[in-house]
């Protein structure tokens, strides 16, 4: 101790202070500790003697069942150091009425209960949904634990099923319109579901995240987490970059001047259903995401290989074709003038080459969104459709007709003349004296072309009615859009070399008939020989005998006239052989073009590209359409010829139907004494016949389901 401490003044004055100290010490402690609590009205333990043992229906009509109070677990809950009634102050005394308002919390969580007063399940509460969430519809009762406790209901894990106890009862999400049904089974699917539950990632979001917590509010409430103007602010909590480059897109723009128009975030990646980007699905979804706000774009881009080939690409296949964001940005959406864009033209170029390497600016002119009905901005493609829509209706037209006029013709004699016309029919496939028509080469082209075009079309028609479902059918069956596209290519490589070995045949024929070009006395071209043979009966080119023939055809059509005896060749096989030269030329350098769009696009603009699509379609279906309908009735479906004309298979032709049909070749050739050449002797064909017949209803058979199915198609895109 201090020696000035003995001082008497000294020690007075410390004694005064430790007084006051004392004093003011008490004063604070008074102040800051709580009263000593009185004695509740009712003890837990009153309470437990009724409740411990609790039985009733949870619900009117339903089996009662134990409700009661486990001690044990309240005594473990967040609130087991409280007293009965201090959550449920309605009770004054042990004995109280059976009805009762539920438990308080706002005592303890004035704030948590004054948002819960606000949100849509307080406000359904209070507008007398007895079936709205409740704090203990969330959170438990007696045994309510901390929310970050593992077996909390509302721990994290636990949320999910939680809400989904409402959320994904069908009866409640319809009795209540709650709109999203399943809403939590749907989560659970999701990327954001599959992160938290199975990848235990517990920075993934959970319902609480997106939608609030005691503050859940409608989506038409402004100030909720999910309403459209919040939506980009509530996703970027966790996606916080993304946000920034949302921000000033051209989407995030329209949102920011709060225009409803101005997708967000759960427009194009969904709410409870989002799923990897990176996934075929998704990018299979994404067109029809973007044509919500771009349907005119949606439409005409779904008319392009890309499109067609994105709603035919099974949902585990990545289509390998483009996408809206492929070529238009993720989130990084500008308009084509804004130098940051994609499809600017200073970086067009480098976005077309992510998927065609080594393109130039031509191939950049292609367009991708092309309405051929659009003659402003789009004069040529306009000009080439109308030009092939004017062609299909013509031709089809035409030979219409001519069909329908020639099939009335024969079954009126089929009935009527049955003496000549049936003894006919069956001479033609009992008579033994027979011919030859076809080489075993021209019947070798015949097979590549039959196959070849057969291929063309199951691979090909599908795109061009891509929105049936037997397209989608027979994509499922060839495997995917890749494989389609890839068989395709063979068929066609198949059609370009029977043309050349078929061309290439030609070359020593004329060859060989380079003397009757010539005057046999002057030895001089003869301008008379050289038609003769260009125009001479033996010679596919059309002539006038054609015209004179086919006028003569129509007078007996309508009883006007007799039966006209034709030569080797008819004026439909005429027609029907320059019709290939006309398809190779036109279907097959368009489909060119279309094969190796780069190759072209280095000499020729690319907006080529849509002209060639306008022109290979349209002529591939004309020539599916003319094909399964007009060659298949002059060659196969006639009475004459019902149910097929193996000619094509056996090179053969009988002695009684070329008197009844080319009986002027028949005459040529007895004139000139040159009959005997093409006789047949013997030959293999009864061994083959049925292997032939068998290949050729298979054939037939398939171009028919086909003709079918194109009309189908085509009826049904009229009814829309």
């Known amino acids: 101790m201090h020696p000035d401490f003995h001082v008497p003044w000294l020690r007075r004055i410390f004694c005064l202070g430790l007084v006051i100290a004392l004093m003011l010490g008490f004063g604070q402690a008074s102040a800051t500790e709580p009263a000593i609590k009185p004695a509740p009205a009712v003890l837990n333990k009153e309470c437990l003697e009724c409740h411990e043992a609790e039985f009733k229906a949870r619900k009117k009509g339903q089996p009662k069942e134990w409700v009661g109070v486990r001690p044990e677990n309240f005594a473990k809950s967040v609130h087991g150091k409280l007293n009965c009634v201090e959550c449920h102050d309605a009770i004054k005394e042990a004995e109280h009425p059976s009805k009762l308002p539920p438990a308080q919390c706002a005592s303890c969580h004035e704030k948590a209960a004054g948002q819960y007063t606000k949100s849509i399940h307080g406000m359904s509460h209070q507008m007398g949904a007895s079936e709205a969430a409740s704090c203990a519809s969330c959170h438990g009762t007696h045994d309510m634990v901390p929310v970050k406790q593992l077996d909390s209901p509302v721990f994290k894990f636990n949320l999910t099923k939680t809400c989904g106890t409402c959320h994904d009862d069908p009866k409640l999400t319809k009795d209540y319109r709650m709109g999203k049904t399943e809403a939590a089974g749907h989560y659970l699917d999701s990327i954001h579901g599959r992160a938290l539950i199975k990848m235990g990632l517990i920075v993934a979001p959970s319902c609480n995240d997106c939608h609030g917590v005691h503050d859940i509010k409608r989506s038409i409430d402004k100030d909720s987490h999910t309403n459209h103007a919040n939506i980009a602010a509530s996703c970027g909590k966790c996606h916080l970059g993304i946000e920034e480059i949302y921000n000033t897109s051209v989407h995030g723009q329209l949102l920011a001047k709060h225009d409803k128009k101005g997708p967000v975030c759960t427009d194009c990646h969904s709410s409870h259903d989002i799923e990897k980007p990176a996934t075929a699905h998704f990018k299979g979804l994404s067109d029809a995401s973007c044509g919500k706000c771009h349907e005119d774009r949606l439409k005409h881009y779904r008319e392009t290989y890309h499109g067609k080939a994105m709603a035919l690409g099974q949902p585990n296949i990545a289509p390998d074709v483009a996408a809206c964001y492929d070529c238009h940005g993720h989130h990084d959406v500008f308009p084509v003038s804004d130098p940051r864009s994609r499809l600017h033209k200073d970086k067009i170029v480098a976005t077309c080459a992510q998927c065609h390497p080594g393109v130039n600016a031509n191939f950049t002119q292609y367009a991708p969104h092309a309405n051929p009905l659009d003659k402003v901005n789009y004069p040529g493609l306009n000009k080439v459709f109308l030009f092939m829509t ?73 795109l061009k009615f891509y929105y049936t479902d037997w397209a989608k059918v027979m994509f499922r069956l060839i495997g995917s859009p890749e494989v389609a596209r890839t068989l395709h290519h063979y068929a066609a490589v198949v059609t370009f070399a029977y043309f050349i070995l078929h061309v290439g045949s030609l070359i020593p024929v004329f060859w060989r008939q380079r003397h009757n070009l010539r005057n046999p006395i002057t030895g001089k071209f003869s301008l008379a020989r050289v038609w003769a043979t260009v125009f001479g009966p033996d010679s596919m080119v059309p002539s006038f005998q054609d015209w004179r023939d086919f006028i003569a055809h129509q007078k007996w059509f309508f009883g006007k006239g007799p039966k006209p005896h034709f030569d080797r060749w008819t004026y439909w096989e005429r027609f029907d052989y320059f019709a290939v030269f006309w398809g190779i030329a036109i279907i097959g350098f368009s489909g060119l073009i279309l094969w190796f769009p780069k190759f072209f696009t280095l000499f020729l603009p690319g907006w080529i590209i849509n002209i060639a699509m306008v022109v290979h379609s349209d002529e591939a279906l004309l020539a599916a359409g003319f094909i399964f309908s007009f060659h298949f009735f002059n060659t196969h479906f006639r009475i004459e010829k019902f149910p097929m004309d193996t000619v094509i298979f056996s090179g053969r032709i009988s002695k009684t139907e070329m008197l009844h049909e080319r009986k002027r070749w028949y005459d040529r050739l007895v004139a000139a004494g040159r009959l005997e050449i093409y006789r047949i002797k013997a030959d293999d064909w009864e061994g083959r016949k049925n292997i032939a017949k068998t290949m050729g209803f298979i054939f037939f058979g398939t171009g028919l389901i086909l003709l079918a199915l194109i009309i189908y198609a085509m009826v049904s895109r009229l009814g829309h």
Request: aromatic share 18%; net charge positive.
């Open 390 to 462: 004017a062609l299909l209706i013509g031709v089809f037209s035409f030979f219409g007709l001519h069909t329908a006029f020639w099939l009335f013709r024969s079954v009126y004699l089929y009935l009527h003349d049955t003496k000549t016309f049936r003894a006919a029919k069956v001479s033609a496939h009992v008579d033994e004296d027979m011919f030859t028509r076809f080489t075993p080469f021209e019947r070798m082209l015949h097979l590549m072309m039959v196959t070849s075009f057969l291929t063309l079309v199951i691979t090909g028609m599908p």
